[in-house]
Every structure is written in C-alpha cells, then in structure tokens.
C-alpha cells in the first residue's frame, strides 16, 4: 500500500534552515506529483510546494509565503522528495505533511522556528 515516511523536522532559530524529506513507498514515485503541505496550531492545513514531472523537467510550484525561501525537489532513484527551508521564519512553524495525489497523506513532521 502507499506509505508516505516524512523526517527533517525540528527546532530552528529564526533565518536558519532545514531539509525534509519525504521517502515513497507502494507504488511507481516517479509517475505522481508530490506536494508538501503544512498546518500550524490552530489554522488550516494550506499548500505549500509541489513537484510534478514532465520529459522536459520538474514543475514546481509555491506558496506566496516561502517563494524565494523553500525549494522543492525530487529523487525518483530513492523515491523521496525534498522541502529545502530557508530563512525560516517564526510563521512557519507547523507540521508538515507529504501528499500524494489522490489524498494520500504522511503522518507529518514537526518544525518550530524559534529562538
């Protein structure tokens, strides 16, 4: 079945950076868009980058909040995609979650930005 394993998260001091990851397993990585989503305490979960493939590259799309700061990336070979975080904010502090199209979660991982 679809297993989606996030890891990365932690505790970070505003401006710092961190690297999730997502690894994939139960079906073909390479053929789906993966997304990453987030929800902080008490808001709703929102969209924050997602990856597809074509045979000209990936397409990537953001977030209005972390364009220019996070970078989403993807591994077919080790079936894992990335959420590169950078100058991160105390605003983006929340769980963060791995999607698969067609409403295929992992359990998340936890990210505080704070000093």
């Known amino acids: 079945q679809v297993q989606l394993v996030e890891s990365g998260g932690g505790l970070v001091q505003p401006g710092g950076s961190l690297r999730l990851s997502c690894v994939a397993s139960g079906f073909i990585f390479s053929r789906y868009a993966m997304s990453w989503y987030r929800q902080a305490p008490g808001k709703e979960r929102e969209l924050v980058a997602s990856i597809s493939y074509s045979s000209t590259g990936d397409i990537t799309n953001y977030a209005d909040s972390v364009k220019g700061r996070f970078t989403i990336s993807r591994d077919n070979a080790k079936n894992t995609v990335y959420l590169q975080m950078n100058n991160l904010k105390p605003e983006d502090t929340a769980v963060y979650y791995c999607?698969?199209?067609?409403?295929?979660w992992g359990k998340g991982t936890l990210v505080t930005v704070s000093s």
């Open positions: 999607k698969r199209m067609g409403d295929y």
